[in-house]
T-cell receptor, first 115, second 117 residues
Framework: AQTVTQSQPEMSVQEAETVTLSCTYD???????LFWYKQPPSRQMILVIR??????QNATENRFSVNFQKAAKSFSLKISDSQLGDAAMYFC????????????FGDGTTLTVKP | EAGVAQSPRYKIIEKRQSVAFWCNPI?????LYWYQQILGQGPKLLIQ????????DSQLPKDRFSAERLKGVDSTLKIQPAKLEDSAVYLC???????????????FGPGTRLTVL
C-alpha cells in the first residue's frame, strides 16, 4: 500500500523568507501524480501544485516550487517570499495515474508565517 | 465555473442517531470522492465513484456508513448509527480525466463538520 509521510508537523517562517516543507512517499508504481494542497482554517482544500512522475522537470507555480526526487521518493515544497496568507496546513498527496487511482494523503504540516 | 458544493456545513447529533451529507461535484466531473478528516490528520478516502459505480470503498465502515450516486452526479453519504469516533470533517471532492489544465486533479468542497455527542 502507498504511504505518504510528512515528517514536520509544524513549521514557521518569517514573512518574505523562504521555507521548505518535506514529503516522502512509498510506492512500487512507476507512473503516478504528486500534489501539494493547502488547507486554511476555513478548511477548503486548495490545490497548490501538481507533479506528474514521468516528468523530470520540477513543477513551479509562481512562488511555489517543488523538488521532485523520484529515486529517493521525495517531493518537497518550497515557498518563496512567504506571505501572511500562506499560513495554513499543507498536505502532500499521492495518486496512481490509473483511471481508478486512489489518493493517499500525508498528515499535514502546519505552516505559521510571522510578520 | 462553480466548485464542489456540500451541505450542511455543520451538524451536531447524538450518538446512535443518523445523519446524511450531500455533495454536488463540479459539472462534468465523472469521479467523486468522499473523505473523512479527523482533527490533526490528513483526509482518509472512504469511497470513490466513477459515474454511478463504486471504484473503491475498501475503507468505508459498511456496517454503519453508506453512500450512493444514483444518477452519476450528486451524492449522499449516510451514517447510521453514529458513534463518537465519527466526529470529523467529511470532505467531498471531484475530478475529471478531461480536465485540460489539471488532468485528474481533485477539487474539494468546503466540507461538513460533524460533531457526535
Amino acid at each position: 500500500a502507498q504511504t505518504v509521510t510528512q515528517s514536520q508537523p509544524e513549521m514557521s517562517v518569517q514573512e518574505a523568507e523562504t521555507v521548505t516543507l518535506s514529503c516522502t512517499y512509498d510506492t512500487s508504481e512507476s507512473d503516478y501524480y504528486l500534489f501539494w494542497y493547502k488547507q486554511p482554517p476555513s478548511r477548503q482544500m486548495i490545490l497548490v501544485i501538481r507533479q506528474e512522475a514521468y516528468k523530470q522537470q520540477n513543477a513551479t507555480e509562481n512562488r511555489f516550487s517543488v523538488n521532485f526526487q523520484k529515486a529517493a521518493k521525495s517531493f518537497s515544497l518550497k515557498i518563496s517570499d512567504s506571505q501572511l496568507g500562506d499560513a495554513a496546513m499543507y498536505f502532500c498527496a499521492y495518486r496512481r495515474s490509473t483511471n481508478a487511482g486512489k489518493s493517499t494523503f500525508g498528515d499535514g504540516t502546519t505552516l505559521t508565517v510571522k510578520p | 465555473e462553480a466548485g464542489v458544493a456540500q451541505s450542511p456545513r455543520y451538524k451536531i447529533i447524538e450518538k446512535r442517531q443518523s445523519v446524511a451529507f450531500w455533495c454536488n461535484p463540479i459539472s462534468g466531473h465523472a469521479t467523486l470522492y468522499w473523505y473523512q478528516q479527523i482533527l490533526g490528520q490528513g483526509p482518509k478516502l472512504l469511497i470513490q465513484f466513477q459515474n454511478n459505480g463504486v471504484v473503491d470503498d475498501s475503507q468505508l465502515p459498511k456496517d454503519r456508513f453508506s453512500a450512493e450516486r444514483l444518477k452519476g452526479v450528486d451524492s449522499t453519504l449516510k451514517i447510521q448509527p453514529a458513534k463518537l469516533e465519527d466526529s470529523a470533517v467529511y470532505l467531498c471532492a471531484s475530478s475529471s480525466i478531461l480536465d485540460r489544465v489539471n488532468k485528474d486533479t481533485q477539487y474539494f468542497g468546503p466540507g461538513t463538520r460533524l460533531t457526535v455527542l
